[in-house]
T-cell receptor, first 115, second 112 residues
Framework: DTEVTQTPKHLVMGMTNKKSLKCEQH?????MYWYKQKAKKPPELMFV???????INESVPSRFSPECPNSSLLNLHLHALQPEDSALYLC??????????????FGQGTRLTVV | TQLLEQSPQFLSIQEGENLTVYCNSS?????LQWYRQEPGEGPVLLVT???GGEVKKLKRLTFQFGDARKDSSLHITAAQPGDTGLYLC????????????WGLGTSLAVNP
C-alpha cells in the first residue's frame, strides 16, 4: 500500500464553521506533514509531525490546529477561517526504511473554499 | 529570499521537442528531489538524487545532480502531451531533513 489518503476531496465552509481535514497512511512512515498550496505555486509547509510529536510549526495562525492521533493518522482542524485561506491542502508522509528520509508521498489534497 | 531558483517558470512546447528545467542554489543540499504535479492532484515523486555528479534516467527523463550538490537539472527528450504538469524540485539540507526547500516550479504544457 503506497497511498496517502485524504478526505474530503472538496470542502466549502463558511467563516464561522468548524471542520476537519483527515489524512491516513499505512506505509509505516514516521513523519507526516501538512502543506498549503495556491494555484501554480509550490507547496508551503505548515506543520510536521515526527514520531507523533509536533516538530515543526511554520508560524501558522491558530485557526489551523493539527492533531496526530497515532502514527497513521493526521488531522487538521479548521475554525474561523478567512477567504484567503482557500487553497489546496496537502498531506504527505516520509521516512520509509531504506530510502532518504525526506522522500515525500503526497495525498490527492483537499480543495478548500472559504466563503 | 528564494533558496532554490527554478527556471523557466513557464514552458509551452510542441510534442516531440526536448526541454531542460534547472534548479540552482548557492546552498549545498544533502539530496534533491523532483516531483510532477497534475491539476487537482498532489505532487508525485519522480526521483531523488543524492551523490554529486549523479545522473538518473526515468524513460525519457534524465536527472542530474551538480558536482557540488548545489544544482540539478531535468531533461525531457521528445516531450509528449502526457508530460504536461507542474515540475517541482525540492532540496533537503543536512541536519534539517524534515523540511524540504522547494523551487517555485515549472509549469510545462506540451501541445499535440
Amino acid at each position: 500500500d503506497t497511498e496517502v489518503t485524504q478526505t474530503p476531496k472538496h470542502l466549502v465552509m463558511g467563516m464561522t464553521n468548524k471542520k476537519s481535514l483527515k489524512c491516513e497512511q499505512h506505509m509505516g512512515h514516521r513523519a507526516m506533514y501538512w502543506y498549503k498550496q495556491k494555484a501554480k505555486k509550490p507547496p508551503e509547509l505548515m506543520f510536521v509531525y515526527s514520531y507523533e510529536k509536533l516538530s515543526i510549526n511554520e508560524s501558522v495562525p491558530s485557526r489551523f490546529s493539527p492533531e496526530c492521533p497515532n502514527s497513521s493518522l493526521l488531522n487538521l482542524h479548521l475554525h474561523a477561517l478567512q477567504p484567503e485561506d482557500s487553497a489546496l491542502y496537502l498531506c504527505a508522509s516520509s521516512g520509509r526504511r531504506g530510502t532518504a528520509n525526506t522522500e515525500a508521498f503526497f495525498g490527492q489534497g483537499t480543495r478548500l473554499t472559504v466563503v | 529570499t528564494q533558496l532554490l531558483e527554478q527556471s523557466p517558470q513557464f514552458l509551452s512546447i510542441q510534442e516531440g521537442e526536448n526541454l531542460t528545467v534547472y534548479c540552482n542554489s548557492s546552498s549545498v543540499f544533502s539530496s534533491l528531489q523532483w516531483y510532477r504535479q497534475e491539476p487537482g492532484e498532489g505532487p508525485v515523486l519522480l526521483v531523488t538524487v543524492v551523490t554529486g555528479g549523479e545522473v538518473k534516467k526515468l524513460k525519457r527523463l534524465t536527472f542530474q545532480f551538480g558536482d557540488a550538490r548545489k544544482d540539478s537539472s531535468l531533461h525531457i527528450t521528445a516531450a509528449q502531451p502526457g508530460d504536461t504538469g507542474l515540475y517541482l524540485c525540492a532540496g533537503a539540507r543536512a541536519g534539517n531533513n524534515r523540511k524540504l526547500i522547494w523551487g517555485l516550479g515549472t509549469s510545462l504544457a506540451v501541445n499535440p
